[in-house]
């Protein structure tokens, strides 16, 4: 079992505006070309290009039509979902060779591939489905926050953050540090409502979600304010799809 560190001098994580975002996939495709060329064990492709193809993904898009309760009319939100880089992560407490672990230095939750036995347990672990066993390296697979680009001083400053946020067409991804009232994301946070993952869960994610802004609204109905993350409108619906997932 792995210890996870009492605290953190940073809190490196992902603000994604669901406002924004649409589904193009870009975060994808740049995340698997950045990891599979660059990070440890290159990302398997299988079949890749035949009737049944299958490989490993960092970074996933859900899309969901919405029908609002307070009478908006139907929308579609388009969810990315990677490794939230929990500040009590069960997937590092969960791991038997000490594999799984969280830095004290800037909270990401790294993986070290040579001592990952692909047990599975910190994938069975993991609330957010966050994890994949990679079927060709038999290791475990996540997001690492691209820790190899954003410290990285042999490239341009403006390359130094995650492969998925340089990439956004919509700028739906941010990247920061969310232990600091003052900085980018915590302002960004702070004045959007964002609001965490199933925060029952009690596992205090890094990463935030900006809520999508009230779409256009059905005639005679009468405008109300987003929900927060503790309604029980879109957060609790989206609370039950990805539990589905």
Known sequence: MTCLPQTTTRKLGLVIDLD??????????????????NYGAALSDIDAYGAQ????????????EVEPANGCATQTVHFPKSCLHCEDAPCV???????????AEDG???????????????????????????AVAGVMKKCTLCVDRIYNENLPEEDRVPACVRTCPSGARHFGDLGDPSSAVSQLVESRGGFDLMPELGTKPTNKYLPPRPKDRLQGVASE?????????????????????
């Not at 407490?93 to 830095?103: D, E, I, L, M």
């Open 20 to 37: 924004t975002c649409v589904g193009c996939h870009a975060c994808v495709i740049s995340c698997k070309g950045w990891n599979t060329e």
């Open 53 to 64: 193809p299958a490989g490993t993904f960092l970074n996933r898009v859900h899309s969901y």
């Open 93 to 103: 407490t969960v791991c038997p060779t000490g594999a799984s672990y969280k830095r």
């Open 108 to 134: 990401i939750v790294l993986v070290n591939e040579d001592a990952c036995i692909g047990c599975g347990l910190c994938a069975w672990a993991c609330p957010y489905g966050a994890r994949e066993l990679d």
């Open 225 to 245: 304010p987003a929900a927060g993350p503790s309604a029980t409108g879109f957060f609790a619906w989206l609370d039950r799809a990805l539990e589905k997932i």
